[in-house]
Antibody, heavy 116, light 112 residues
């Protein structure tokens, strides 16, 4: 059974940093592109970026809206996906999802609140 | 960015009724490989989005054939035949042809 489980969310002050994790199981992790998407309450999802699979060298693509502040990485030995978020702003407040091969399988999401 | 325009924003339906949702993109969604990367997802209340249809018309695993997708280039439609209670929620179209990937604003399907 495919499972994606995000963790690491919570409350952070503006200007702060946070790292989200996504634990993957039930599939061959290195075969898949892995995405991060966020969704502010009551709004549509926003794609943040992805990291490619082994066959494509684990390279990354980002939404310009977060490029330079957010970094996606993966640990293929642990089947883990990460999202490092820096210089956080109030508008980064959202539920953050990891997803396999958009529009594919999504995790249950983790909430991030940026507030003083 | 490619703008995805969904209509209507909301629909009120009776169980057993058929409905259609439109999604129009600001650019053609045909990729250089000839495929069209337009997808439909459903977000049931309190849940994460779930893939319904990928590449215009292909049903995701386990998705009932009451759902169907059609369209080409910039104009796409999701049809739900014989709506059931489990179909309620917000439907999103999404494109993964052009960077950055983008989503429509959603269509909320509610019970009449």
């Amino acid at each position: 059974e495919v499972k994606l489980l995000e963790s690491g969310g919570g409350l952070v002050q503006p200007g702060g940093s946070m790292r989200l994790s996504c634990a993957a199981s039930g599939f061959t992790f290195t075969d898949f592109y892995m995405n991060w998407i966020r969704q502010p309450a009551g709004k549509a999802p926003e794609w943040l970026g992805f990291i490619r699979n082994k066959a494509n060298g684990y390279t990354t693509e980002y939404n310009p809206s977060v490029k330079g502040r957010f970094t996606i990485s993966r640990d293929n030995t642990q089947n883990m996906l990460y999202l490092q978020m820096n210089t956080l702003r109030a508008e980064d407040t959202a539920t953050y999802y990891c997803a396999r091969n958009l529009p594919g399988f999504w995790g249950q999401g983790v909430m991030v609140t940026v507030s003083s | 960015d490619v703008v995805m325009t969904q209509t209507p924003p909301s629909l009120s339906v009776a169980i057993g009724q058929s409905v259609s949702i439109s999604c129009k993109s600001s650019q053609s969604l045909v990729y250089s490989d000839g495929k069209t990367y337009l997808h439909w997802l459903l977000q049931s209340p309190g849940r994460s989005p779930k893939r319904l249809i990928y590449q215009v018309s292909n049903l995701g695993s386990g998705v009932p054939d009451r759902f169907s997708g059609t369209g080409s280039q910039k104009d796409f439609t999701l049809k739900i035949s014989r709506v059931e209670a489990e179909d309620l929620g917000v439907y999103y179209c999404a494109q993964t042809t052009h960077f950055p990937y983008t989503f429509g604003a959603g269509t909320k399907l509610e019970l009449k």
